[in-house]
């Protein structure tokens, strides 16, 4: 019986396979990717309701984020500031900012604004703003730099594996506690060598001798 199909034809299975294989790789690497919160999360920055300069207050005028997040050292949650703290400022400050109607507004009656919510983590995971503060891991680890942001927007990932590199070197990331919402810590630590090594070093000791053991278990992290 005469072939009805010419020799080459007999590699078509071949590259159909392997064509199904780098197919299947590629949609693998584009997902890993694009459904990552490196791609979807990072550099996310709502519209406020108030045009609030970070990088006027904790920037150039140098408020300790503590005064309007003051509840970070005691609580799991950084809380969004009342108006009253605006007031406190701007009850004598750009009284008349048109800029500033909606604080006045919400002072005269009660309601409180609706700030947009920046840094989500899902439900089944937990987070405590206290336990991080309270032994050295700066503001500026997780929120980036605040003081030279216009509008905030989120600058890490915040996802799991994030996370669990800094629980894994934990000595990479400690400061004085008093100097958490000191901003620019990190950089001017890391611009010499010698220096960066002995605060490594440093931290080591008192990672040892305070018994700071960030956890990696999953129940640490997930109810």
């Known amino acids: 019986m005469p072939q009805l199909f ?55 005028l140098g408020m300790d ?11 799991p949650h950084a809380n969004v500031p009342s108006t009253q703290t605006c007031m406190n400022c701007h009850g004598v400050v750009q009284t008349e900012s048109a800029k500033l109607l909606p604080v006045r507004e919400s002072w005269a009656t009660g309601v409180p604004i ?25 503001c500026e680890s997780c929120h980036g730099r605040i003081d030279q942001m216009e509008v905030v927007y ?12 800094c629980h894994r070197a934990p000595e990479e990331h400690l400061r004085d506690p008093s100097l958490v919402t000191q901003m620019g810590y990190a950089e001017a630590v890391r611009a010499d060598e010698d220096a ?3 605060y490594l070093a440093e931290n080591r000791v008192r990672i040892q001798n305070e018994d700071i053991m960030p956890p990696q278990n999953c129940s640490a992290c997930h109810y």
């Open 154 to 165: 989120q600058a890490e990932p915040l996802s799991m594996g994030w996370c669990l590199e």
């Open 196 to 198: 960066y090594e002995a």
């Open 6 to 60: 010419p020799r080459q034809v007999n590699v078509l299975p071949a590259a159909s396979l392997f064509g199904a294989l780098g197919g299947g790789v590629l949609v693998v690497l584009l997902a890993w990717y694009y459904l990552s919160p490196e791609f979807y999360e990072v550099g996310y920055m709502p519209d406020q309701p108030v045009p609030y300069s970070h990088a006027l207050h904790a920037g150039q």
């Open 114 to 138: 609706e700030w947009v919510k920046i840094h989500h983590l899902p439900d089944y995971a937990q987070f405590s703003h206290a336990a991080h503060v309270n032994v050295g891991v700066g």
């Open 65 to 75: 984020c503590r005064y309007c997040h003051n509840h970070v050292e005691q609580s």
